[in-house]
């Protein structure tokens, strides 16, 4: 069983701790890493302001958008998973600034900006556990959001890398991460209006995001808004 099965499994089963499967040893393997994988996205959720739904949202558009540009259906497996560990790294910026309410200093908005790399870190050590295969190719993608779904199309942004040489995977994330905060409560802000946040996005389109992928999200959410009014 790989870790994505396990993962869906877990999400199905009335009671995940106790499958009705036999597992062989390779499989309990498996299991175990996609329980730890999901107590990482738990303590992620529980340290900081977004919530457990903004990351399943944030996976579950990454997969819409990803099947809206073709990819096979492994592929949007993974990038579901992926993208709901793209803050992970927050795990290991001090609580006082996750929670802070206010404004951050200049000196706080570098130690925040860390959690990319060690979001990318923490994944790149996990994947060096797990042998070849789809749940390694899982984790490669989660790095690669992780690390680079703050980088500017522009080049304008921390890594400094521009274009395509940013992962297409955390071009997909960083529009719908920042659409789906935007739209969220947070304890600065209001929540925004779906027309006011696509109003933002198409204002970055081509500086921070990326143009072509800007065009197939909004396609992609103008239709998700007119049928279902909870987005
Ligand atoms: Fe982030
Ligand atoms: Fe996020």
Known sequence: MS???ALKQMESDVDPVLPMVVMNEAEVDSYVHAVSILQLVDTAASCDQETHEHMRRVGDISMEMAAAIGMHDDFLDEIRIA????DIGKIGVPQHLLRKDGLFTLEERQE??????????ILAAARRHIPSGDDADCLVMAEKIARYHHEYYNGAADHGIAGRAI???ARIVSIIDVYD???SMRRYKRPWTHREAVGFIKSRSGDQFDPG???IFLDL??????NDDTI
């Not at 993208?83 to 793209?86: C, I």
């Not at 925040?112 to 870190?121: Q, V």
């Not at 959410?221 to 007119?226: N, P, Q, S």
Request: net charge positive.
């Open 83 to 86: 993208a709901m560990l793209h």
């Open 181 to 183: 905060a935007l739209t």
């Open 112 to 121: 925040m900006k860390r959690h990319t790399s060690i979001g990318g870190d």
């Open 213 to 215: 992928l800007v065009e």
């Open 3 to 5: 870790l994505i099965n």
């Open 167 to 169: 992962p297409l995977v």
């Open 221 to 226: 959410i103008e239709k998700k808004h007119h």
